[in-house]
Every structure is written in structure tokens, then in C-alpha cells.
């Protein structure tokens, strides 16, 4: 099983992006949960939403409102829609399902 993060890049304060989890190896639909977790220069890693098909999703208070975690069941992938950037986003982004991560993405957000 492997999880591909894509879709980082460079935006101003107030864009959008959204990333790509493409999970190789197993159906998403037998996944009980995907999250994408960011790690900021010198800070943890730290989650930033989470898909279960048992509880629906849930997010970081910090991301609340502007981020959206989706499922696409045909495309086997998981998508993390950014909205509003801020500068504090700025991390590197990592797709997680139990035990497993992928590589991750980097999103640098400018002010």
C-alpha cells in the first residue's frame, strides 16, 4: 500500500490549493480513516483533518471552515481543500492511514 501526497505549491495569503492523497494498493472505501497531517519548520507535526467512515470528518480548530477533507471513492484518492490560506499554513503536507505515510507535499503561503 502506498499514499501519494501531490498538489503543494507556492500561493499568496488568501488563495487556495488543494492537495491529493492517491492511495495505491487498497480500495479507500475499506480505509477506516485518512488524515492529512502538515509539520511546519521547527514545530511537530500536527494533524489537520480526518476522514473516518465511521464519524464522517473532523479538523483542527485552526483550519476549521476553510479546509475540507473529501473521499473519491472512483478516483481512489483523498483530496484536502484549501480555502483562505494564511501565512501559517505554510508546511510540508502528509497523508496518514494507520501505520502508514506518505510523502509529503509542501505548501508555502506568502503574506
Known amino acids: 500500500v502506498q499514499l501519494q501526497a501531490s498538489g503543494g505549491g507556492s500561493v499568496q495569503a488568501g488563495e487556495a490549493l488543494r492537495l491529493t492523497c492517491t492511495v495505491s494498493?487498497?480500495?479507500?472505501?475499506?480505509?477506516?480513516?485518512i488524515s492529512w497531517y502538515r509539520q511546519a519548520p521547527g514545530k511537530q507535526r500536527e494533524l489537520v483533518a480526518r476522514s473516518s467512515i465511521f464519524d464522517g470528518a473532523d479538523y483542527a480548530d485552526s483550519v476549521k471552515g476553510r479546509f475540507t477533507i473529501r473521499r473519491d471513492t472512483p478516483m481512489n484518492a483523498v483530496y484536502l481543500q484549501m480555502n483562505r490560506l494564511k501565512f501559517e499554513d505554510t508546511a510540508v503536507y502528509y497523508c496518514?492511514?494507520?501505520?502508514?505515510w506518505g510523502q509529503g507535499t509542501l505548501v508555502t503561503v506568502s503574506s
Open positions: 496518514y492511514t494507520p501505520e502508514l
Open positions: 494498493g487498497l480500495r479507500i472505501n475499506t480505509m477506516a480513516s
